[in-house]
């Protein structure tokens, strides 16, 4: 089944404790991005990958580290995590930009 | 960088009526514009797209048009249901800049029965 993962679905974690969100994509695409959703806000870009090893900044990237090591892969890495980047992500691949995007299904993050 | 408005925040509609959301964007080089439906505790899943070589799109009852003179592009759902209660993010492409995607804030559709 084509499909995008995330993990966890859910955390809850303290101001400064490194955390990873994994994104893994079955479909071969080319492009991920990740994005943040807040009420109000919609959806903002944080990065983007065109390809493996190319990564770039979205709208709100600040506190937020990528790599795209492998196609499939697109992890998101807060390094010191803080109470503001407490949110709902959303992981997202598609063939390339100008093509329907497949979400995952999202990552719920508490930070206190 | 880009900026995409759209209007309205929530929209409420009778069961078989009719339901537009419009859009708004500033980079004249955007060339590619989604519209996404995202409900309830799910995750957002594509709807429709149109490219700017295009000025209408249908799909059964959704239809997208764009105007980019005007820099503009609109949803329009027909013979509504209650299944289409979602919330709707329209998106738009930075033209200048491969990759980047900007969305308007949203559009809460509530259709009554």
């Known amino acids: 089944e084509a499909q995008v993962t995330q993990n966890p679905r859910y955390l809850i974690t303290v101001t400064g404790k490194k955390l990873t969100v994994t994104c893994s994509q079955n479909m071969n695409h080319e492009y991920m991005s990740w994005y943040r959703q807040d009420p109000g806000l919609g959806l903002r870009q944080i990065y983007y990958s065109m390809n493996v090893e190319v990564t770039d900044k979205g709208d709100v990237p600040e506190g937020y580290k990528v790599s795209r090591k492998e196609k499939r892969n697109f992890p998101l890495i807060l390094e010191s995590p803080s109470p503001n980047q407490t949110s709902l992500y959303f992981c997202?691949?598609?063939?390339?930009?100008?093509?329907?995007?497949?979400f995952g299904p999202g990552t719920r993050l508490t930070v206190t | 960088g880009e900026n995409v408005e759209q209007h309205p925040s929530t929209l409420s509609v009778q069961e078989g009526d009719s339901a537009v959301i419009k859009c708004t964007y500033s980079?004249?080089?955007?060339?590619?514009f989604p519209w996404y439906k995202q409900e309830l505790g799910k995750r957002p899943q594509l709807i429709i797209d149109?490219?700017?070589?295009?000025g209408e799109k249908k799909d059964q009852r959704i239809a997208v048009t764009l105007n980019k003179t005007a820099k503009h592009f609109s949803l329009h759902i027909t013979e509504t249901q209650p299944e289409d209660s979602a919330v709707y993010f329209c998106a738009a492409d930075r033209g200048s800049t491969l990759g980047r995607l900007y969305f308007g804030r949203g559009t809460q559709l509530t259709v009554w029965p």
């Open positions: 980079d004249s080089a955007s060339n590619y």
């Open positions: 149109i490219r700017s070589n295009v």
């Open positions: 997202a691949s598609s063939f390339a930009l100008a093509y329907e995007q497949y």
